[in-house]
């Protein structure tokens, strides 16, 4: 299982994760900081440029899950994690990852009053060997109370276990935290836990379409970017079944006949990912009234939207657009095409 702490730059997160693995059995600290950290002797100065913020790399979060999961597997127990998370994107990426290995994760958030949030930070002990560090760090906190504001009037309080610490030190925080954790107070993450692959799979998607012949697309909670209703194909499983499955979790859509397959997409293995086929169907168009009973958002699917073939092509990734507009063709044309890479061959 992990803890994890959220809250403002200067919340006093890490000082709190500190006194929690003493009251919590068999817990460990891990900071992903370090990451961070290592990232930056380990990167080309020209990348890290490219970003503002470590945790805007692939990755950090990446090794964020990674580095999680061998500590438990090497320790077992309870990780105990103080880190700031203000992206709900990168708080799904990270949190499904855990959860497709079968790691727990109890999302706790630190959250005094902004005029005690101020008061820290302008008190936070900085390294006396960082250069500029006073005027950084404690800049660097000030300038994201704002995302920070943000996050919170948004999905940040409905997503974690708030803890009011305006009036509790880190100790009394902590043991407020570890009451909650042990009483179940604190519930484990509603995400969906989907296993990584261990070899090339088999998908499929369906295209659902509206009156004005625009595609849906999802944006997933347990893992990046946005991608068309569908999932990998269980064994034994047909995969035009897989697909009216699928649909019918993620949205509550019945499809009431087997979807017309409109392309087949061969996907190379790219490290880590093991690629395999990709499958896309007609899934046919959706009257107003289908559309507004559309079980989004829920435990899978963060968010849904009817877009253009332009629209597509600034939220999809680029195979994952190229696998659209060709199936676009096909079903323009009434003919299945076959595909590598996004590539029609043949």
């Known amino acids: ?146 995302p920070y504001r943000a996050a919170l009037a948004g999905w940040l309080t409905a997503d974690a276990h708030p803890v009011d610490t305006s009036a509790l030190t880190p100790y009394e925080a902590a043991v407020r935290i570890a009451g909650a954790v042990s009483s179940g107070t604190v519930p484990v993450c509603d995400i969906v836990q989907t296993p990584e692959p261990t070899s090339e799979t088999v998908a499929a998607g369906v295209l659902l379409f509206d009156e004005q012949d625009r595609v849906l ?49 061969w996907e190379p293995p790219v490290p880590p990912a093991y690629g395999g086929l990709r499958l896309l169907y007609d899934g046919g168009r959706l009257d107003s009234d289908e559309a507004r009973r559309m079980l989004l958002p829920g435990p899978e699917l963060r968010a849904w939207r009817f877009v253009t073939e332009e629209e597509a092509a600034g939220l999809l990734p680029p195979v994952r657009y190229e696998r659209l507009r060709w199936a676009l063709r096909a079903r323009e044309r009434g003919a299945a095409l076959y595909l590598e890479a996004g590539v029609p061959k043949g």
């Open 217 to 265: 697309l999802v944006d997933p909670t347990y893992k990046a970017g946005w991608e068309f209703p569908g999932g990998v194909v269980e064994s034994g499983e047909a995969p035009a079944r897989a697909g009216i499955r699928e649909v019918a979790e993620e949205t509550g859509i019945q499809l009431a006949d087997v979807p017309s397959l409109l392309v087949v997409d």
């Open 1 to 146: 299982m992990i803890v994890w702490i959220n809250g403002a730059f200067g919340a006093g997160k890490t000082t709190t994760a500190r006194e929690l693995i003493d009251l919590i059995p068999n817990s460990t600290l891990f900071d992903p900081e370090l990451i961070g950290a290592g990232l930056t002797q380990l990167l080309p100065a020209k990348r890290l440029a490219e970003v503002g913020d470590f945790q805007d790399l692939p990755i950090w979060r990446r090794l964020v899950v990674d580095t999680a999961a061998a500590m438990l597997a090497e320790l077992g127990g309870v990780l105990v994690v103080p880190m700031t998370l203000l992206r709900q994107d990168y708080r799904d990426e990270i949190f499904g990852g855990l959860a497709s290995r079968r790691i727990a994760v109890r999302h706790v958030l630190l959250a005094p009053a902004e005029t005690i949030l101020r008061e820290r930070i302008a008190d936070r002990e900085v390294p006396p060997d960082l250069p500029d560090g006073e005027i950084r760090v404690r800049q660097w906190s000030y300038d994201h109370i704002e």
